[in-house]
């Protein structure tokens, strides 16, 4: 899946909601001080700016096939060893880094296992390689409220649910076929504030993601009563989203 989409865009989108996930999910890898760490599929930035806090500028390195999101990184980071490339194929020797993670990132690859499989190769014996994927299948996302409109109006529409990591288990399985050791899973959760349905709303129209590319797919007249059909699903007045992610923590 390409995310050729302007930085600005994605925060809003997703940011919003992989900004509050990143914190736990560093804590949940177990990254520490005097480490060094690779952020997988950094997009522009959400954990890498958590990494740089924890770990120096100079302990990190994050890529992404994005050219935009790559970009967005540098601007925040101009020192930062950032570069555009996927998880299949990482630009680095061997046993370099004591973390590898991947946030929100395995159920775009293309080839899971075989990305797995780099991020452990570029991981220290010892060291940890982990992962998180919205709970898509549990209808547990934060955008699930938007395919569960989707499904309610046309029940033959192909939403993340099915894509690899996001169903209880499936991250588990993935690490394993990919000859992980010690593979521990369990799941994060974030609740994010919205002031109204249309803040919820307009960042779909931003074209990110797969949500973003079926909704700029649709006629005016879809996409106005998927809205609607939102808007009876969400609270009317502001509201608080909680959504979960399954997690994975293993070694390299
Ligand atoms: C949902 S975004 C997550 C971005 C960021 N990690 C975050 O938490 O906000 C998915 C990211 O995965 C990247 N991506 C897609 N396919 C990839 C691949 N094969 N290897 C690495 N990253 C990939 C996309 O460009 C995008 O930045």
Known sequence: MSFDVAADAYNRFMGRYSGPLSSDFADWAGVRAGERALDVG???GALTR???????????????PSPSFVAAVRQLFPTLDVQL?????LPYPDDLFDHALAQLVVHFMTD???????MARVTRPGGTVSACVWDFA??????SV???????????????????????????RLCHAAGLARVESGELGVSVHHESFEQWWEPF???????GSYVAGLDDEHRGALRDRCQQLLPA???????????VRSRA
Do not use: K, N, Y
Not at 112 to 118: A, Y
């Open 42 to 44: 950094c997009g522009p």
């Open 50 to 64: 958590v990494l740089v806090d924890r770990l120096g500028v100079d302990e990190v390195s994050a890529v992404d």
């Open 85 to 89: 490339a996927v998880a299949e194929r």
């Open 112 to 118: 899971p296992v075989g990305g797995l499989q780099e």
């Open 138 to 143: 549990g209808e547990r996302g934060p955008i």
């Open 146 to 172: 938007l395919w569960r409109a989707a499904r309610d109006l046309d029940p033959g529409v192909l939403d993340e649910s099915d894509l690899p990591g996001a169903r209880e288990g499936d991250l588990e």
């Open 205 to 211: 129209t931003f074209g990110v993601g797969p949500a």
């Open 237 to 247: 007045t502001d509201f608080d989203l909680r959504a979960h992610a399954w997690t």
